[in-house]
């Protein structure tokens, strides 16, 4: 297994179109997060999976904001109407939950820019 | 509430010199702290994590950190500088599997 994987790595975009972004966790991993990270800030939790149920969301995901992770495997996250405000480096991650607070493996991220 | 606050936004350290990133953390319970590092054009990689067992915890690539409640830090340490230490460094606070982020530490390394 290589790890997280996520595409495209790069998307660029106009103002008002929808983008979709796919991540592929570590096969054994139940476990799937998204995060945003714009220019010189820290990753920010957007929302996470366990299986195919999504258990939490940020209030930083807005309606126009969707991730679905239909089959417990994959994860998908769309973006409807895009905005220039969008614009960021969109990781994932995925960990094995054990009973404890569980490492979280990052992909290499998906970079949207909104022209 | 949970958060971390990461002192310095930038260091530089020569080659073969100690390495000090400094973090103090926010959190109303005992909490899971861990410390990433991001390359360029790489994915955020762990460094080491603390969850309320030893309170040195030493990581990947000779980084150590300490957790001290008393004064609510958890900074990162190198005995010596590396070239190849360049990078972002994130600490990082967990609660109910949602990890914060600080803003980042750029460290240089300097020949």
């Known amino acids: 297994d290589t790890g997280v994987s996520q595409n495209p790595r790069h998307k660029i975009t106009k103002r008002g179109q929808n983008v979709t972004f796919r991540c592929d966790p570590i096969s054994e991993h139940n476990r799937l997060y998204w995060y945003r990270q714009t220019l010189g800030q820290g990753p920010e939790f957007l929302t996470y999976f366990q299986n195919e149920a999504q258990l939490e969301k940020s209030r930083l995901l807005s309606d126009r904001f969707s991730a679905e992770r239909p089959k417990g495997s994959f994860s998908t996250l769309e973006i409807q109407r895009t905005e220039q405000g969008d614009s960021a480096m969109y990781l994932c991650?995925?960990?094995?939950?054990?009973?404890?607070?569980?490492?979280?493996?990052f992909g290499p991220g998906t970079r949207l820019t909104v022209l | 509430a949970q958060s971390v606050t990461q002192l310095d936004s930038h260091v530089s350290v020569s080659e073969g010199t100690p390495v000090l990133l400094r973090c103090n953390y926010s959190?109303?319970?005992?909490?899971?702290l861990f410390w990433y590092v991001q390359h360029p054009n790489k994915g955020l990689q762990l460094l080491l994590k603390y969850t309320s067992a030893a309170t040195l915890v030493k990581g990947i690539n000779g980084f150590e950190a300490e957790f001290k409640k008393s004064e609510t830090s958890f900074h990162l340490t190198k005995p010596s500088a590396h070239m190849s230490d360049a990078a972002e460094y994130f600490c990082v606070v967990s609660l109910n599997e949602k990890l914060t982020f600080g803003t980042g530490t750029r460290l240089t390394i300097i020949p």
């Open positions: 991650a995925s960990s094995l939950a054990a009973g404890g607070p569980s490492e979280q493996f």
């Open positions: 959190s109303s319970y005992s909490p899971s």
